[in-house]
């Protein structure tokens, strides 16, 4: 088989309509595919102002705003007539999941149906989300029904070895591959930063700046940053917070750390430039799967502070690009971040590790996996 034999049926919660680390790993996905002659198409909700615009052929898919305060993503009840009537004229030999949602759930059952090949590729552990909106309680269902979830398709492909251990050990038994993630190092590299631009925000060349990099929502561990930052400030520890992204918690953040400079969002080689004026990625999400912001900073020279938890663990070398801490412990962040603020030297060593160990991070390389997954699933089905 090669790659002009395959029709792949992609469905996401959200292609394009708002920015996430996930979505754009899926474009940047689909690009490689089409290079390489396979035939896409792909399905999401779809919004009339797009954060971007989508890479391939995308069809729109009915859908809601999410309730309790998040109606910017929305969400599909499954796959309407119209749909599964394009996906037929369409005819895939591959359906590719990217979440665990309805719409998600209904392309599966579509593909089982038509016996079809199914792979599922794992961007966000959905499960901890409950605990930032005080609903911790259901994390064991929701654990449950990713498993089923998992368990019901062919392939799963996950971006590092923590998460292929976290899900294996919740008792998913589906082949599991590799689909790591990929660095624009045309873009994202030491050079890029900018004392001019930093002096512009009131960031001195001789200040430290502790970054913040992500979407402002509460699930990115944003009461945790507060609360080192604010350990750090009561410790006589100098630092100045820089804080990049947008999101519906921003004024929350603010409030948490007053006197943090806030850039909103940006994109292309502003956000380059930005990450690479760091000192420090401070990172406490537990979230993350890969943590796409981890390997733009350590491409950019930047030194590493993150939560031990998946994702980072796949990515930082403890004390030798960075620090990883447990998830919750806020005096072993404010200590983490301190040494590096009080030892330049060890700064530097660590920013200098990072941008080396990022170099492995290329874009057409690890899609080639995805790729190459699709084969082994039709292999095994005797496609």
């Not at 689909?30 to 035939?39: E, I, P, S």
């Not at 990217?98 to 038509?114: D, I, T």
């Not at 294996?168 to 689909?179: A, F, H, Q, S």
């Not at 507060?226 to 990049?244: F, Q, W």
Request: aromatic share 10%; proline share 6%.
């Amino acid at each position: 088989m090669q790659p002009f034999d395959l029709r792949v049926a992609l469905f996401s919660g959200n292609y394009n309509y708002v920015r996430d680390g996930a979505n754009q790993a899926l474009n940047k996905l689909v690009g490689y595919l089409l290079d390489q002659g396979v035939t896409v198409r792909i399905y999401s909700p779809t919004t009339d102002t797009p954060a971007f615009a989508p890479t391939g052929e995308l069809v729109s898919v009915p859908a809601w705003p999410v309730p309790g305060g998040r109606a910017e993503y929305k969400f599909a009840t499954g796959l309407p007539k119209s749909i599964r009537e394009d996906l037929e004229a369409f005819a895939p030999n591959m359906v590719h999941v990217s979440a665990p949602e309805f719409l998600c759930h209904g392309a599966v059952r579509w593909a089982r149906k038509h016996d079809i090949a199914t792979l599922a590729s794992l961007h966000t552990r959905f499960e901890t989300y409950p605990a930032y909106y005080h609903l911790g309680f259901v994390a064991p269902v929701i654990i449950k029904l990713l498993t089923r979830f998992y368990n019901r398709v062919d392939q799963v492909v996950t971006p590092g070895d923590s998460t292929a251990d976290l899900i294996r050990g919740w008792g998913v038994t589906t082949p599991i591959r590799i689909w790591s993630r990929g660095v624009d190092h045309a873009r994202f590299n030491p050079a890029r930063r900018d004392l001019a631009w930093r002096r512009s925000l009131g960031i001195g060349d001789g200040e430290f700046a502790v970054g913040f990099l992500g979407r402002l929502v509460l699930e990115k561990g944003l009461d945790i940053f507060a609360r080192v930052c604010n350990r750090l400030t009561e410790r006589g520890v100098p630092h100045k917070v820089l804080v990049i992204g947008e999101g519906p918690a921003r004024q929350w953040f603010a409030d948490q750390v007053p006197g943090a400079v806030f850039t909103g969002f940006q994109r292309g080689d502003d956000l380059a430039r930005a990450v690479a004026s760091m000192d420090v990625l401070f990172n406490p999400s537990v979230t993350e799967t890969f943590g796409n912001v981890t390997s733009e900073a350590m491409a950019c020279g930047v030194p590493i502070v993150a939560a031990r938890a998946t994702g980072a663990i796949d990515l930082v070398e403890e004390g030798v690009n960075g620090f990883l801490v447990p998830p919750r412990d806020v005096d072993a962040y404010a200590g983490a971040i301190a040494r590096l603020i009080e030892d330049p030297a060890l700064a530097a060593s660590a920013g200098a590790a990072g941008h080396e160990k990022a170099q492995a991070y290329v874009w057409d390389r690890v899609n080639h996996a995805v790729l190459e997954s699709y084969f082994e699933v039709l292999a095994r089905r005797g496609r």
